[in-house]
């Protein structure tokens, strides 16, 4: 194979007082860094995105794979990227966008007003410019492609890519507030542009970065918030009659109150319906959702003798133990498991006599899948299994929420009663915002309803499982809003190419490459939400997948510049075998599986195809005439797949293996003659 490095192009690098490799380290880690931070930090203030978490992603993708292909284009440096991420951050700090959950498709419930400009104003604005601000740190990462073998390149890419993600996961992990993310965006703005000419310097680099650090910080100071690895969380000491209440918002909406039970009870009958449903009274109660502790309260005020609180946000569960009255925590029969609800029923063994999924709604999505909830999985049918099979005798398992549309009453009461083989208690508390409590007993000796429940009316969708978990989602379509929306991207995004890169023609010999990248990103979005089923929607699990994709790109690479591995054609049939392994193994096998071997049988049918997918990049890519156009390629064809993703809505997450392995297919066809032999 052709490794040798070219000569570098334009000026900047050779004044660069960075040595390539750490250079190109830093500059990958800057660009992941920065996407992730930009995700998290706009989607906790323009609330859409809190549900179209990768609508900054697809911008972040169309910016990377610009900034590929204007290397070569121009010498001057990416100064632009600064400027407007500090243009941004000032358009979202004076125009939040902090209530909106009244949407075409009921993705989530509760109707509120909303503050701020409307979706269709505020989203393409930040979109373009996620796009114009990744661009800048891709071209800076490009710049140093030439000057290095392909796939020496390409590993220090992964490298540094893998410490951005680290990075980002430790300020997570010590709730750092978003004034130290600007703080490191400014230290690799100055580490990475030439000062040259330095009043360009100064006045394009400096005093934006300084000003969005500034702020970031003025942010964090004024809000008073509380930065969960989920949320920003602010907090309001109320009074409502006579009673004290700490109302909690997340990301600009009101999500819970820490109210006394005695309140609670008295103020909402929702809270006490579960007990009253029971044939006896619960002492070992399971809550899924237990937050700021007032479900907990209740269940103790009940004569619960142990209480199981699981609870996915560290920092609500310290709220809750900080700012609720009754001190629910304190309690000795309190254990408290900060860990997503579906993972803890796959996990423990202990039975309970009541397993109460208290209001759990995220209001957010996981991170990395286009339609994936935090608390998707608790809400299918095999969930529900689950929780029944954790039942004592006697037992009962109830849930409540203010659901919004009758069909998701009668949806969830379907549910159960598909779980349980009986028709459960359903009570709707109130038609406004369709306030409903839902139970099942063991057996139907174990319930005590005030009504037959009639059945599901006529139109109702059929229960939600783990391969297709949008309870929220009425039909299996994917919703106008979304079609329109990524409509508007990929139009914009051809224009977008062709202004910056040129023709077209430019990327017409790496089509293999663009349809490598749709494929990848596909199977990236399977193994996020796979994970997240077999291990919990927890911020950790996400950040070691991604981390995991990642090293397993990483060992493609390595295993490609050190061994002489099979022709393309070969490989490209260990990439199918993988996607067909993929296909045949059940997450129900996996789930019945022990956590240690879970974990040896997840990786492996999950990383088989992803390593396979890289060998195939990787040999490819060493063998292309032009590094920056053809990783550009490749990128934007990762963007293409971010929009694809959303055919699961449709066809179900295992069906994007389907869909990956036809591109692959396309793929191999358009491989050129000379490669299809490569050894």
Same mark, same amino acid.
């Given at each position: 194979?052709?490794?040798?490095?070219?000569?570098?192009?334009?000026?900047?690098?050779?004044?660069?007082?960075?040595?390539?490799?750490?250079?190109?380290?830093?500059?990958?880690?800057?660009?992941?860094?920065?996407?992730?931070?930009?995700?998290?930090?706009?989607?906790?203030?323009?609330?859409?995105?809190?549900?179209?978490?990768?609508?900054?992603?697809?911008?972040?993708?169309?910016? #990377?794979?610009?900034?590929?292909?204007?290397?070569?284009?121009?010498?001057?440096?990416?100064?632009?990227?600064?400027?407007?991420?500090?243009?941004?951050?000032?358009?979202?700090?004076?125009?939040?966008?902090?209530?909106?959950?009244?949407?075409?498709?009921?993705?989530?419930?509760?109707?509120?007003?909303?503050?701020?400009?409307?979706?269709?104003?505020?989203?393409?604005? #930040?979109?373009?410019?996620?796009?114009?601000?990744?661009?800048?740190?891709?071209?800076?990462?490009?710049?140093?492609?030439?000057?290095?073998?392909?796939?020496?390149?390409?590993?220090?890419?992964?490298?540094?890519?893998?410490?951005?993600?680290?990075?980002?996961?430790?300020?997570?992990?010590?709730?750092?507030?978003?004034?130290?993310?600007?703080?490191?965006?400014?230290?690799?703005?100055?580490?990475?542009?030439?000062?040259?000419?330095?009043?360009?310097?100064?006045?394009?680099?400096?005093?934006?970065?300084?000003?969005?650090?500034?702020?970031?910080?003025?942010?964090?100071?004024?809000?008073?918030?509380?930065?969960?690895?989920?949320?920003?969380?602010?907090?309001?000491?109320?009074?409502?009659?006579?009673?004290?209440?700490?109302?909690?918002?997340?990301?600009?909406?009101?999500?819970?109150?820490?109210?006394?039970?005695?309140?609670?009870?008295?103020?909402?009958?929702?809270?006490?319906?579960?007990?009253?449903?029971?044939?006896?009274?619960?002492?070992?109660?399971?809550?899924?959702?237990?937050?700021?502790?007032?479900?907990?309260?209740?269940?103790?005020?009940?004569?619960?003798?142990?209480?199981?609180?699981?609870?996915?946000?560290?920092?609500?569960?310290?709220?809750?133990?900080?700012?609720?009255?009754?001190?629910?925590?304190?309690?000795?029969?309190?254990?408290?498991?900060?860990?997503?609800?579906?993972?803890?029923?796959?996990?423990?063994?202990?039975?309970?006599?009541?397993?109460?999924?208290?209001?759990?709604?995220?209001?957010?999505?996981?991170?990395?899948?286009?339609?994936?909830?935090?608390?998707?999985?608790?809400?299918?049918?095999?969930?529900?299994?689950?929780?029944?099979?954790?039942?004592?005798?006697?037992?009962?398992?109830?849930?409540?929420?203010?659901?919004?549309?009758?069909?998701?009453?009668?949806?969830?009461?379907?549910?159960?009663?598909?779980?349980?083989?009986?028709?459960?208690?359903?009570?709707?508390?109130?038609?406004?915002?369709?306030?409903?409590?839902?139970?099942?007993?063991?057996?139907?000796?174990?319930?005590?309803?005030?009504?037959?429940?009639?059945?599901?009316?006529?139109?109702?969708?059929?229960?939600?499982?783990?391969?297709?978990?949008?309870?929220?989602?009425?039909?299996?379509?994917?919703?106008? #809003?979304?079609?329109?929306?990524?409509?508007?991207?990929?139009?914009?995004?051809?224009?977008?190419?062709?202004?910056?890169?040129?023709?077209?023609?430019?990327?017409?010999?790496?089509?293999?490459?663009?349809?490598?990248?749709?494929?990848?990103?596909?199977?990236?979005?399977?193994?996020?939400?796979?994970?997240?089923?077999?291990?919990?929607?927890?911020?950790?699990?996400?950040?070691?997948?991604?981390?995991?994709?990642?090293?397993?790109?990483?060992?493609?690479?390595?295993?490609?510049?050190?061994?002489?591995?099979?022709?393309?054609?070969?490989?490209?049939?260990?990439?199918?075998?993988?996607?067909?392994?993929?296909?045949?193994?059940?997450?129900?096998?996996?789930?019945?599986?022990?956590?240690?071997?879970?974990?040896?049988?997840?990786?492996?049918?999950?990383?088989?195809?992803?390593?396979?997918?890289?060998?195939?990049?990787?040999?490819?890519?060493?063998?292309?005439?032009?590094?920056?156009?053809?990783?550009?390629?490749?990128?934007?064809?990762?963007?293409?797949?971010?929009?694809?993703?959303?055919?699961?809505?449709? #066809?179900?997450?295992?069906?994007?293996?389907?869909?990956?392995?036809?591109?692959?297919?396309?793929?191999?066809?358009?491989?050129?003659?000379?490669?299809?032999?490569?050894?």
């Amino acid at each position: 194979m052709t490794l040798q490095a070219q000569k570098p192009v334009g000026d900047g690098e050779k004044a660069h007082w960075l040595a390539v490799r750490p250079r190109l380290v830093l500059a990958s880690a800057f660009m992941l860094f920065l996407e992730l931070a930009l995700i998290r930090w706009t989607g906790s203030n323009i609330v859409h995105l809190s549900y179209f978490t990768n609508f900054v992603l697809l911008g972040s993708f169309l910016g #990377i794979g610009l900034g590929f292909l204007r290397v070569g284009r121009s010498r001057r440096q990416p100064y632009y990227s600064p400027v407007v991420l500090a243009v941004l951050v000032i358009v979202v700090l004076l125009f939040p966008v902090t209530v909106d959950r009244n949407t075409e498709g009921v993705l989530y419930w509760t109707s509120l007003s909303t503050s701020g400009p409307p979706a269709w104003a505020i989203l393409p604005v #930040i979109f373009c410019a996620a796009a114009v601000v990744l661009m800048g740190p891709a071209e800076l990462v490009g710049r140093c492609f030439p000057e290095l073998p392909r796939l020496e390149a390409y590993r220090y890419d992964l490298i540094g890519s893998l410490t951005g993600i680290a990075a980002f996961t430790a300020l997570s992990f010590l709730s750092a507030p978003p004034v130290f993310w600007g703080l490191i965006a400014a230290v690799c703005y100055a580490l990475l542009l030439v000062p040259r000419p330095r009043s360009l310097y100064v006045g394009l680099v400096v005093v934006p970065a300084l000003g969005v650090v500034g702020l970031l910080l003025t942010e964090t100071l004024t809000a008073g918030a509380i930065w969960s690895p989920y949320y920003k969380v602010t907090t309001k000491q109320l009074t409502q009659l006579g009673v004290p209440v700490t109302d909690i918002a997340v990301n600009g909406i009101p999500h819970q109150q820490a109210v006394p039970a005695a309140a609670r009870l008295q103020w909402e009958a929702q809270y006490g319906l579960p007990y009253e449903r029971t044939t006896k009274p619960p002492k070992e109660v399971l809550i899924v959702g237990a937050g700021s502790g007032t479900d907990v309260a209740i269940a103790l005020s009940k004569g619960a003798t142990r209480v199981d609180a699981v609870e996915i946000d560290p920092k609500l569960r310290e709220l809750g133990g900080s700012t609720h009255p009754d001190r629910p925590y304190d309690d000795p029969r309190v254990t408290t498991h900060v860990t997503d609800g579906r993972a803890f029923l796959e996990r423990t063994a202990a039975k309970y006599d009541l397993i109460l999924f208290a209001l759990p709604d995220s209001l957010t999505l996981v991170s990395g899948a286009s339609s994936l909830r935090l608390e998707s999985y608790l809400f299918t049918e095999e969930a529900m299994r689950a929780a029944r099979d954790h039942l004592r005798p006697g037992g009962t398992f109830s849930m409540y929420n203010y659901y919004r549309e009758s069909w998701l009453v009668d949806r969830l009461a379907s549910t159960m009663q598909n779980a349980f083989g009986h028709k459960p208690c359903v009570d709707v508390v109130s038609t406004a915002g369709q306030q409903a409590v839902i139970t099942a007993g063991l057996s139907t000796a174990d319930q005590r309803c005030a009504a037959e429940w009639p059945g599901a009316a006529a139109g109702t969708p059929e229960p939600a499982g783990d391969d297709r978990p949008f309870l929220y989602l009425k039909d299996a379509t994917i919703p106008p #809003i979304y079609i329109i929306t990524l409509t508007l991207i990929l139009i914009v995004s051809l224009l977008a190419v062709r202004v910056v890169a040129g023709p077209y023609q430019r990327m017409r010999p790496y089509a293999d490459l663009f349809l490598l990248g749709v494929g990848f990103m596909l199977l990236e979005t399977k193994s996020v939400t796979g994970f997240a089923l077999l291990f919990g929607t927890t911020w950790v699990v996400n950040a070691i997948v991604f981390a995991g994709v990642l090293v397993a790109v990483l060992a493609a690479v390595e295993v490609t510049r050190r061994f002489r591995m099979p022709p393309l054609p070969v490989m490209y049939g260990v990439l199918f075998a993988g996607l067909l392994l993929a296909w045949l193994v059940p997450n129900e096998w996996l789930l019945s599986l022990p956590l240690p071997l879970r974990a040896v049988a997840a990786v492996t049918v999950a990383f088989l195809p992803i390593f396979a997918a890289n060998v195939v990049f990787a040999k490819r890519f060493a063998e292309t005439a032009d590094a920056t156009t053809s990783f550009g390629a490749n990128l934007l064809g990762a963007m293409v797949g971010g929009c694809l993703e959303y055919v699961a809505l449709v #066809i179900g997450y295992k069906g994007l293996l389907i869909v990956a392995a036809v591109l692959y297919v396309g793929a191999l066809a358009l491989l050129p003659r000379k490669n299809s032999a490569l050894v």
